[in-house]
Every structure is written in structure tokens, then in C-alpha cells.
């Protein structure tokens, strides 16, 4: 297994624990920073493992912004002390993980077969 191999499943791992993570919903969310903290945890371990990709496998998966996860990532990183919009972090988990999951889960399916 390449390395490329290993971050998608990390990839995959963290979308998989965002979404059981996030069954409560939008007011558990916001209400409980338990939850919230380890939402906003495993979307920085996604986007720092994005990150690590080759530029060849990104080229394979045009379909992913990828430039906008790292930006994401940075935000998540630096912007800690200001305070991280959980709007925005909700945003990301509703409309943007399943195209994600999508996207790698087609990619390794092609490679695979």
C-alpha cells in the first residue's frame, strides 16, 4: 500500500467518525463542545492529511478543492484563539464530507480494479 493509500484511509476514517460524531445535530453541536471539539479535531487530522497527498493522486481526484481543505486546515490551526466559526465547521460537515467520501471511496475503487 503507497502512501497515498494511507492518508485516503485516514481521509476516510475521519469523515466516518465525523459523521457518527455528528448524528446529535446542529444544536448538539453548538450546545456540546465535547462534541464540537472532537468534530473540529478529526477535520484538522482530514485536512493535515490532505496535505500530505502527491499532486499526481490530487490530479486523479479533480473533483475535490483540494486547495480550499488546506485553506480550511489553516483556519482550523491558526485561528484557534480567535475563536473557530462553528457555523462555518457545521457548514463543512453537512455539505461537504460526503462528496469527499464519494470521491476517494471512486477513486480507490478505479485503482483497485
Known sequence: MNEDQVYLGYILDCIDKIKEYSQG???EFFANSMMSDAIIRRLQTLAESTQRLSEELKANIPDVDWRNISGFRNILVHDYLGGIDLNTVWDVVENYL????EQILRHLESVNT
Open 98 to 101: 460526503d462528496n469527499l467520501r
Open 25 to 27: 445535530g446542529k444544536l
